[in-house]
């Protein structure tokens, strides 16, 4: 099949950016979406034009490296799906592509469609973590932990931080991905002792690095490639309002 | 030179506690003084940092992706294994010992494996410490399953997605030193050279893959876990950036590359559909667990497999291994699937796949069972094929996946050269010619968490701390190399993409070096790589500049790296005249077309020293000695 392509072109952070209109041709509907822009790209590095830069990695939807808005939609159309496991047969002959890359005022554009998600990082190294050093832990069948707990702590865990939730939130706010994160450590004993510091000290980490608050819109687990549910994102909230009278606010 | 692993003497079960109680210590008022590079954050790497920093070492911490969490460890899925016996079922150290060094066809070091097994057990309590969701029972416990290669299940899992979860846990506990300020992260920067000061390591040279700039950072001790070479086939289960190149510039600088051909070939992975093709996406080993292998008795039989009655398939696996059958080691079962394919036998586009079943299991256990089990692998199989697995078998072909050789080390994961460490998949340590199945994940921690701590303070304590800065000469000349050859391949502007030299490369390596290895194929091989080297340095276009983010500048760097690996791995393959695990010589083999090792000419680890471009590079031997268990044909019939 043949598209047609509109591609976000920003040379760097300062510069202004605008799309850049281009053919792909030849496309197979058994090609994922980044193979085919691959062949786009290959096409333009034969006629002197710089590739569209992009980022990638595994290709197999779980780095969460890949992040490209395609019409609109933070990872395309197909619901549950990174933009590297999106395949062309979602697409038509004859159909107009609009990729740009994640808007977010957190995230600012370095080239193209390649944007800088280390406050998400920053956000994990605020809390978002057991402290427990290496060695000397108890056997790994001393505390029991029932099935339907390890399976809640697991549906929260399966974040990729790809930051689609924040790309698709009318406020820029990374509530979705601070919340898969606090509720998995907050549903395992072994992270249960520091759940009220966690999560004071990760939310004011998220205003801090400039994400927005969270007003209900549920964009972010529409967005979301590994469905995480907003269930967390209420959990966040009571932990939140259980964790203010400890005064992990002011401590910190 | 004949090499010296410096295993430790006494009975195998001490080997590792008298070592330790052998090896010196940093005081910890001192360890402050001491800086270490680590290069990768993936299990091996992100354990290692994290570890370090928590000793109170000031580390500095490097990876080309945009995050640490992003290593491709993310993307194991299957399960880690570790000898907790928790199911009864007969494991211990001694038997996951055995296994490891059984699957890996005798060609690994007893001590470090008995050592590995014995570590393995630390490892699970120190994830779950970290709140590693691992998959338990209505009670509560630990659920384990199996894997091919072993008869008892030692596998811990996290749904399909073990190594993400294990990676999130060594990177949280990353990020928590992050924040402690002990070590410092340095994410989308590349190593692109290994900085020597008198012989011993004292740094490296990375680009700065967001601006361009190259810089030299000091240390006083550098640590590669920087992952595996298989993208030197092209086509992998690998991430797109996956590369040989900090292990190829380290080994340019003098270490050794110890095996490299033993590559491990994946039976369970999705056909090709392509030329367009730019990975291969595993379909996780744990389904062979409930997944039966088949193709068509008939040859070029085109009826839809729900159409070909019972007594016309042939489980082949099942037939000629009937104690393993289809959970026969990785090995085996791709070279069985190349054998029936090139026989005829084969199903799907160009004949390139066989079917893997689950009908029997569902009529048995129930579809809900099965998509507990293997949901998301099955959506994503049918994301990428468009076929769903619960109504037809999965088709499914060999992929390059893993490489078991890599930077040679000692028992104390030091290279030749002092001051370099190698963990993980880049070193050659622990696997032999052939891994099983959830042991790199196990590999990748024991020697993050628990071995790189003990021995690396054993270096130190004999160096003094901040003996160069990057002010040295050796950095300066370092820098000037890197710079000029990113202007070199910048200034070629060629007519062809470096991808295109990449699929031809791959092309020459799964043909003539991949499953099965000829004198003549690999002679061959030896001819057209170099070959298609010179043109690369002659015909190559990568637009853009250096100062910028250059993602083809990067990718060039690492075919080139590539294009001439490639040609290591083919000569070493073709000195190793046996078969053994993952490297199977024509020449060499039984009458029923199984492997044929040759114990008393090649008991050994092959590791090969840099000459010079375009040098014969020279082979160093490493015997191998096996005082606890015998030589053996590795049979899994
Ligand atoms: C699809 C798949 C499934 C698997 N499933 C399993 C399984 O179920 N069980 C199991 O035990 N094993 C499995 N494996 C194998 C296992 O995942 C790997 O061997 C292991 O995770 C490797 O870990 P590592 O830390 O050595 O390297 P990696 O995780 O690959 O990390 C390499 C690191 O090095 C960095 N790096 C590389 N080069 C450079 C450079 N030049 N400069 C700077 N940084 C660099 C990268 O950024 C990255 O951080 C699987 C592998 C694959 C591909
Ligand atoms: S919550 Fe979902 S959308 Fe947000 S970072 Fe995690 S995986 Fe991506
Ligand atoms: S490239 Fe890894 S999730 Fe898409």
Redesign the pocket.
């Known amino acids: 099949m043949d598209l047609t392509l509109h591609v976000w072109r920003q040379k760097g952070p300062k510069d202004k950016g605008k799309l850049a209109t281009y053919k792909a041709t030849d496309i197979s509907p058994d090609m994922s979406f980044l193979e085919m822009m691959d062949v786009v790209n290959e096409g333009l590095i034969k006629q002197g034009i710089e590739p569209v830069a992009f980022d990638h990695d595994c290709r197999e939807g779980i780095c969460g490296t890949c992040s490209q808005v395609i019409n609109g939609d933070p990872h395309g159309p197909q619901a549950k799906t990174t933009v590297c496991q999106l395949h062309m047969r979602q697409f038509k002959d004859g159909d107009e592509i609009y990729i740009e890359p994640w808007r977010s005022r957190a995230f600012p554009v370095i080239r193209d469609l390649v944007v800088d998600r280390s406050a998400m990082d920053r956000l994990i190294q605020a809390g978002g973590y057991v402290s427990v050093s290496t060695g000397g832990v108890p056997d790994a069948n001393a505390i029991l932990i029932p099935k339907d707990d390890a399976e809640t702590a697991m549906d929260a865990a399966e974040c990729i931080g790809c930051g689609a939730c924040v790309a698709a939130c009318p406020n820029g706010s990374a509530m979705l991905f601070v919340a898969s994160k606090v509720g998995q450590l907050a549903k395992l004993p072994q992270g249960r002792a520091e759940a009220a510091r966690r999560v004071c000290t990760m939310t004011d980490a998220m205003i801090e690095e400039g994400f927005g608050n969270c007003s209900n819109h549920y964009d972010c687990e529409a967005a979301c490639p590994k469905g995480i549910s907003v269930k967390f994102i209420a959990q966040l909230n009571r932990e939140y309002i259980m964790a203010l009278p400890k005064g992990y606010k002011e401590k910190e | 030179m004949i090499l010296d692993g410096k295993c430790p003497t006494g009975p195998l079960a001490d080997k590792w506690d008298n070592h330790r109680q052998a090896l010196k210590l940093v005081n910890p008022a001192n360890k402050r003084k001491f800086k270490i590079i680590v ?7 992100a354990s290692a940092a994290a570890t370090l920093g928590e000793l109170g070492y000031r580390v500095e911490a ?4 945009d995050s ?1 969490r992003r ?3 993310i ?6 294994n570790a000898a907790k016996n928790y199911p009864n079922d007969g494991d211990s150290i001694y038997r996951l010992f055995y296994d490891t060094i059984k699957g890996g066809d005798f060609r690994a070091r007893e001590a470090n494996v008995y050592r590995l097994a014995q570590i393995s057990n630390a490892i699970i309590d120190q994830c779950v410490a970290q709140g590693v969701p691992f998959a338990r029972d209505y009670a509560g416990y630990l659920e384990n399953r199996s894997f091919g290669g072993a008869q008892v299940s030692r596998t811990f899992f996290a749904r399909g997605q ?2 993400q979860q294990l990676l999130l846990g060594a990177y949280q506990s990353l990020s928590r030193q992050i924040a402690a300020e002990s070590v410092k992260i340095f994410p989308r ?4 050279d290994l900085v020597l000061v008198d012989g011993q390591a004292k740094g490296i040279t990375v680009r700065d893959l967001t601006t361009g700039e190259i810089r030299c950072h000091a240390a006083d001790a550098v640590i590669l ?4 070479y298989v993208n030197v086939f092209n086509l992998s ?2 991430a797109m950036g ?2 040989v ?2 292990a190829w510039r380290a080994h340019k600088k003098g270490a050794f590359f110890a095996n490299p051909c033993y590559t491990q070939i994946h039976p369970t992975c999705i056909p090709v559909s392509g030329d367009h093709q730019s990975k291969l996406t ?1 379909m ?1 080993e744990s389904l062979r667990n409930d997944g039966r292998i088949w193709v068509p008795k008939k040859a070029g039989d085109s009826r839809l497999p729900q159409n070909i009655p019972e007594n016309e398939r042939d489980y082949y696996l099942e037939r000629k291994y009937p104690s393993f059958g289809n959970l026969a080691p990785r090995d085996i079962a791709s070279r069985a699937a190349k054998e029936v394919c090139d026989a005829g036998y084969g199903i799907g586009p160009g004949g390139r796949g066989v079917y893997l079943d689950f009908g029997d299991s569902i009529v048995r256990l129930g579809e809900d069972a099965i998509r507990a089990r293997y949901g998301n692998l099955f959506e994503m199989y049918e994301r990428i094929t468009d076929e769903n697995a619960y109504q037809q078998p999965m088709r499914i072909y060999p992929a390059p ?2 490489s078991m050789g890599g930077l040679w080390v000692d028992y104390n994961l030091q290279s030749n050269i002092e001051g370099l460490f190698v ?4 070193n050659f340590s622990d696997h032999g010619a052939n891994r099983l ?6 590999q ?1 921690l024991a020697d993050g968490y628990f071995v790189i701590p003990y021995t690396i303070a054993d270096y130190l304590a004999r160096t003094t701390p901040g003996m160069v800065s990057d002010s040295h000469e050796a950095f300066r000349q370092s820098r000037e190399q890197v710079a000029q050859q990113t202007d070199r391949l910048l200034s070629i502007n060629g007519r062809k993409t470096a991808s295109e030299f990449h699929r031809e490369l791959g092309h020459i390596m799964w043909e003539q070096v991949g499953m099965a290895r000829s004198a003549s194929s690999l002679s061959e091989a030896l001819k057209r790589i170099p070959e298609l080297r010179e043109e690369f340095w002659l015909n190559v276009r990568i637009p853009g500049s250096a100062q910028q983010l250059n993602q083809e500048l990067e990718k060039a760097g690492r075919i080139a790296d590539f294009l001439e690996f490639g040609e290591l791995l083919a000569r070493d393959a073709l000195n190793r005249e046996e078969s053994c695990g993952g490297h199977f010589r024509i020449e060499h083999q039984t009458p029923d077309g199984e492997a044929l090792r040759n114990d008393a000419d090649f008991a050994h680890v092959a590791a090969w020293q840099y000459k010079g471009a375009d040098q014969t590079p020279e082979l160093h031997k490493e015997p191998l000695s096996f005082e606890n268990i015998e030589l053996a044909v590795r049979s899994y019939k």
């Open positions: 290069v990768g954050t993936g299990l091996a790497g490097f990876c080309y992706q640490p290593a491709h460890s993307a194991a899925q299957g399960g880690i073990t190594g920067t590349e190593m692109l876990a920087t992952g595996g289960t690998n996956c590369s190149t900090a595993l996780s996946h893993y963990l993980g998949e880049a199945g959830a042991s790199a994940l196990m990748g």
